[in-house]
């Protein structure tokens, strides 16, 4: 891995212009690339890297998923699955940085996939990548905002009693409401100028790390009864009520939790063309955010597990909290020590207002990528979306972002398992997107790929290869069933949900796509 210097070697024209060096690497090479400047570049390093590191948001990935992590595998998944899924994401994260510090445009990994698989299978490989990319990020954002509705539901059950107490339970209805409302807030937020947003992202990325320092010392501290050490690092949980009891299946299940929290840093790369100096740190806004959550998540991850010290209880749904563990994590840690939980459910906004800010960023990213698939006329009417207003705001691919986000959590108030099917291309249809354009690198370009101010160096090929089968591997473990017999209700419907993506996408090409869709289209003279 290297930063490579202008007076070591010469990467682009752009970086050096009759001895002189530009002033924004990140802007002429985006005009080399053919596109004009349409958004305003007024984003800093720190701002790059806080929008992908508040959309992997550990506390918004760990608190909502704590429970799977607890039910398959416990302590033991929790603690080491989560350094496993960290080492693995941070290799496809390596790759996808290398090639963002070579093409830093908004459209990212469908841009990618269209330069490195070469002109014959340059459209196809925009198009797939594209449209599995984008439904990825709209399902995160309907995941995050959807498991947002959920904790305000049971800070409001837990401030009104709790379950046993006469507490206050939201119907479906009252959810998707708060859903829609979380969502129309984020489209507000969004409308602003990049400066304001550039602001709140910084904002978020703090609350984010000071809310798990913060959290991952007093919960611990706090709780009356604590578990030690050889249980947090040691216990294995094998008792559920799912009919598995093989310890390598139950493992690989708990992954999900790790998995589907470190993702979302393609933010990075769709921020770019924003991004001052963008060749430069979009690379390091993808590796920093990564490597800071891996670190951070885990010593939340630890500091939680040392207040647990009855696993069946707290995934118990007649438990005060419904069964949300962490919540009741958080309210029997106060309520032991102070006689009430209101300490408890303070902590648990913390957890709120970092998911809300998880959300916020979730629908720049989204905006940005809408915005460039349709620049390149990937999308229906998308001379709509890809205009932007006085502020240099996609403002249509914002509320578009928003409305689409809605519309996915619909499901829920039919079947829940409808629901889950829906969002879990959040994290295998992204991961697929993420694969893409590092297949297409370390295969059809592995000569001819020419590296940015970031690279791997001679490691390039084989962290792209390790990243690729790390991405068909959990495609295949998460598509397994997560309960036995299998029934309409605890059918694993992964696989379907992501197998009717690609048949979409793919018959679309087939039947209209490939007849007009030609990959990404430069709009200025090179």
Same mark, same amino acid.
């Given at each position: 891995m290297a930063w490579r210097r202008d007076e070591e070697q010469m990467i682009f024209p752009s970086q050096v212009q009759n001895g002189v060096k530009q002033l924004d690497t990140g802007l002429t090479r985006l005009q080399e690339l053919g596109y004009k400047q349409e958004l305003k570049r007024d984003l800093s390093v720190i701002s790059n890297?806080? &929008?992908?590191?508040?959309?992997?948001?550990?506390?918004?990935?760990?608190?909502t998923l704590y429970n799977t992590g607890l039910n398959y595998g416990g302590p033991v998944v929790l603690v080491y699955g989560w350094l496993i899924a960290g080492v693995f994401s941070m290799l496809v994260g390596l790759s996808m940085a290398e090639i963002c510090s070579s093409y830093p445009t908004s459209g990212g990994l469908y841009y990618w996939s269209a330069k490195l698989a070469g002109p014959n299978w340059a459209p196809f490989a925009s198009w797939i990548t594209g449209w599995? %990319?984008?439904?990825?990020?709209?399902?995160?954002?309907?995941?995050?905002? #959807?498991?947002?509705?959920?904790?305000?539901?049971?800070?409001?059950l837990l401030s009104t009693g709790g379950k046993n107490g006469g507490g206050y339970v939201a119907s479906k209805y009252v959810i998707i409401g708060l859903h829609g409302g979380i969502l129309f807030l984020h489209a507000l937020i969004n409308s602003l100028p990049i400066s304001f947003l550039s602001l709140f992202g910084q904002v978020a990325a703090a609350w984010n790390l000071?809310?798990? #320092?913060?959290?991952?010392?007093?919960?611990?501290?706090?709780?009356?009864?604590?578990?030690?050490?050889k249980f947090v690092f040691t216990f294995f949980n094998s008792d559920n009520v799912d009919g598995i009891s093989s310890k390598?299946?139950? #493992?690989?299940?708990?992954?999900?939790?790790?998995?589907?929290?470190?993702?979302?840093?393609?933010?990075?790369? +769709?921020?770019?063309?924003?991004?001052?100096? =963008?060749?430069? %740190?979009?690379?390091?806004?993808?590796?920093?955010?990564?490597?800071?959550?891996?670190?951070?998540?885990?010593?939340?991850?630890?500091?939680?597990? &040392?207040?647990?010290?009855?696993?069946?209880?707290?995934?118990?749904?007649?438990?005060?909290?419904?069964?949300?563990?962490i919540a009741e994590i958080f309210y029997l840690a106060f309520k032991s020590r102070y006689s009430n939980g209101t300490g408890g459910i303070i902590c648990l906004g913390v957890v709120a207002v970092a998911i809300f800010f998880c959300g916020m960023s979730s629908i720049t990213s989204n905006s940005r990528m809408v915005y460039a698939?349709?620049?390149?006329?990937?999308?229906?009417?998308?001379?709509?979306?890809?205009?932007?207003?006085? +502020?240099?705001?996609?403002?249509?691919?914002?509320?578009?972002?928003?409305?689409? =986000?809605?519309?996915? =959590?619909?499901?829920?108030?039919?079947?829940?398992?409808? #629901?889950? =099917?829906?969002v879990s291309i959040a994290t295998i249809g992204l991961y697929i997107s993420y694969a893409l354009p590092i297949f297409?690198?370390?295969?059809?370009?592995?000569?001819? &790929?020419?590296?940015?101010? &970031?690279?791997?160096?001679?490691?390039?090929?084989?962290?792209?290869?390790?990243?690729?089968?790390?991405?068909?591997?959990?495609?295949?473990?998460?598509?397994?069933?997560?309960?036995?017999?299998?029934?309409?209700?605890t059918l694993n419907y992964t696989p379907v949900a992501v197998g009717c993506l690609f048949v979409l996408t793919v018959s679309s090409w087939i039947l209209?796509?490939? +007849?007009?869709?030609?990959?990404?289209?430069?709009?200025?003279d090179t």
């Open positions: 890297f806080a &929008f992908s590191f508040s959309i992997i948001s550990v506390l918004t990935g760990i608190t599995f %990319n984008i439904a990825g990020q709209w399902a995160v954002t309907t995941s995050v905002d #959807f498991s947002l509705a959920q904790l305000i539901e049971v800070i409001i000071v809310g798990v #320092f913060v959290l991952m010392i007093l919960i611990p501290m706090v709780a009356k009864e604590t578990a030690s050490p390598p299946y139950i #493992f690989v299940l708990g992954l999900l939790m790790s998995q589907y929290t470190l993702s979302g840093y393609d933010a990075s790369a +769709h921020m770019t063309e924003e991004t001052k100096s =963008a060749d430069k %740190n979009g690379p390091k806004g993808i590796i920093s955010a990564i490597g800071i959550s891996i670190i951070v998540g885990w010593g939340y991850l630890l500091g939680i597990t &040392f207040a647990v010290t009855n696993i069946p209880y707290l995934l118990n749904t007649d438990n005060d909290a419904g069964g949300y563990a698939f349709s620049r390149d006329g990937a999308m229906p009417w998308s001379s709509v979306w890809h205009k932007v207003n006085k +502020h240099e705001v996609p403002l249509n691919a914002v509320w578009l972002s928003a409305l689409v =986000a809605f519309c996915m =959590a619909l499901p829920s108030l039919g079947s829940l398992v409808a #629901f889950q =099917a829906m297409f690198r370390v295969t059809l370009a592995h000569k001819s &790929f020419i590296p940015g101010p &970031f690279n791997l160096g001679r490691y390039g090929l084989l962290v792209g290869w390790i990243a690729v089968l790390w991405v068909m591997t959990i495609t295949v473990l998460f598509s397994l069933p997560v309960s036995y017999p299998v029934t309409d209700q209209s796509a490939r +007849h007009w869709f030609k990959g990404p289209t430069t709009n200025i």
